[in-house]
């Protein structure tokens, strides 16, 4: 009665740990029990660990940045390396440059993601917030289950301002839909990097230097206080910074919609990396930049206290040649330098190794921080987590194997990975989407194109009370009502 089973595992939630077989039916979870019998196919999970599959809530896969650089993966080749690093779905960003309507993005999005392994979703990303776009095509993308966006507040041809953050956080806040933003101070960028021109300093180490830790910790405190106004939910990506969580950390106390997430690169990278010989820092080129190892331990004691919802990866591929990095030249000056780096098949590997095994984090926190807080957040109500009924997306993980991390078993589209050499305990070696084997021991099972549109819910604001600004309080500010 069951098409797969996978037996004498031990099953891992972000609550529980539990001696337990699964069988699998239609895709789906039937059922859980201490012994399964039957099923078409048996596997194996004799001392291993039986663990929701990864969700990766921020990747950049064939998308092209604000300068124009296409990313190295495509659907195809970022859905394989997301599966070979224990991940069942992602949610990459379908990105919006000016001029653009919502309505194009997502078909030309929806053209690309026909190739994925793996489960997909979209973020939008909106840097054109025209009245079209907030009163029609926003709406409309959220009916059709694509209910997360990104704003950012850097970049000049990115950045809203404040009072587009404003008017995009209530329209978010009216349909249920989650906001998330890339918070760094532009002006004080902007203010850096024409000091550092002044004196010629170009070099990809003075990248580090361009994006000081304020610009974040500002922008972090400025992004939670426009989200408190209107009393949107807010997510901030990729921090980077011990003030910015810290900010987050007390936000959370207050009672604010907020969810934020920080990545294997500020756990594992420091600016020094930006420092190695010749271009080899552009490498580790991203926004916001790595930090220092007073930081790393910060972001470590932060995870531990819950301050992130998710450890994701930011993979952005722009490869170490004149398709990606130096599209500007190969001695281009760091502003012209494609940031980002890619990390969707080491993300899970690594929080794994220097989280779990290393004695930092639960597995429960592991596979909180992994996928069921992911799926929570940005509704993917059928993933995130094992009992009956749910999408049988699985990885299946060998807790003491170990791995040096080549380029080679990233499996994408690079030419390099920023987490070459390191020593990981851990590896998932097998993985299932919707109940099909994708990854097994290292060998692809899946074909491309197998991966599903997965439209998601609303976003779980359970235990966030919200803040009511007096202001926008109708009983406190005379019966204005400007704000929903
Ligand atoms: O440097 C990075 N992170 N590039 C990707 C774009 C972004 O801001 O997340
Ligand atoms: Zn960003
Ligand atoms: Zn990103």
């Known amino acids: 009665m069951f098409d797969t089973v996978i037996h004498s595992g031990t099953v891992v939630t972000a609550t529980d740990t539990f001696r337990g077989d699964i069988g699998i039916r239609g895709g789906r979870i039937a059922a859980i029990a201490e012994r399964i019998e039957g099923g078409e196919r048996r596997i194996d999970a004799g001392n291993r660990l039986v663990l929701p599959g990864g969700i990766e809530a921020h990747a950049h896969i064939a998308q092209e940045s604000s300068a124009g650089v296409m990313t190295a993966d495509d659907y195809y080749s970022g859905s394989v390396s997301a599966a070979f690093g224990g991940n069942s779905s992602f949610i990459p960003f379908a990105g919006q440059h000016r001029g653009q309507s919502v309505d194009d993005v997502l078909a030309t999005y929806d053209a690309r993601a026909k190739r994925s392994v793996i489960d997909y979703s979209y973020h939008l990303i909106i840097s054109d917030p025209t009245e079209n776009v907030l009163t029609e095509e926003l709406p409309r993308a959220f009916k059709r289950g694509i209910t997360s966006f990104k ?55 003075y990248h580090a230097i361009s994006r000081p830790e304020l610009a974040e910790e500002e922008a972090v405190n400025r992004a939670i206080s426009l989200a408190k106004l209107v009393d949107a939910p807010l997510f901030i990506v990729h921090v980077s910074t011990a003030g910015g969580a810290a900010l987050v950390q007390r936000a959370k106390l207050d009672g604010a919609k ?28 991203c926004s ?19 301050t992130f919802e998710s450890v994701s990866s930011d993979h952005a591929p722009y490869r170490f040649d004149e398709t990606g990095k130096f599209t500007a030249g190969l001695d281009a000056p760091y502003p012209k330098i494609a940031n980002g780096m890619p990390g969707i098949a080491a993300r899970l590997p690594y929080l794994f190794s220097e989280g779990v095994v290393k004695g930092r984090i639960t597995l429960q926190q592991f596979v909180a921080l992994s996928s069921t807080n992911a799926a929570k957040t940005f509704g993917m109500t059928q993933k995130g987590s094992l009992y ?31 987490f070459e050499g390191m020593a990981l305990t851990g590896v998932p070696e097998v993985v299932l989407n919707r109940g099909q084997v994708i990854v097994e021991h290292g060998e692809l099972r899946a074909v491309e194109g197998q991966g ?33």
Request: aromatic share 8%; proline share 7%; with cysteine.
């Open 151 to 205: 704003v950012f507040m850097t970049y000049d041809l990115m950045n809203l301002g404040d009072g587009g953050m404003l008017d995009i956080l209530t329209v978010a806040k009216e349909h249920g839909a989650i906001t998330m933003v890339h918070a760094e101070n532009n002006e004080m960028v902007k203010w850096m990097n024409r000091r550092l021109a002044a004196k010629g300093l170009t070099a990809p180490k």
């Open 288 to 306: 916001p930049p790595v930090r220092d190892h007073a930081t790393q331990d910060a972001l470590w004691k932060h995870i531990q206290a819950g």
């Open 388 to 418: 009956p009924g749910m999408d049988a997306d699985i990885a299946i993980w060998n807790p003491e194997a170990t791995r040096t991390v080549t380029l080679a078993d990233q499996h994408d589209n690079m030419d390099f990975t920023p």
């Open 452 to 484: 599903r549109f997965i439209a998601r819910a609303t976003v779980d604001l359970t235990g966030k009370p919200g803040y009511r600004s007096k202001e926008l309080d109708p009983a406190q500010n005379f019966g204005a009502e400007i704000a929903p």
């Open 258 to 285: 907020l969810f934020a997430e920080t990545c294997p690169q500020y756990l594992a990278l420091t600016r020094h990396d930006l420092d190695r010989p010749g271009r080899e820092g552009a490498k580790f080129m």
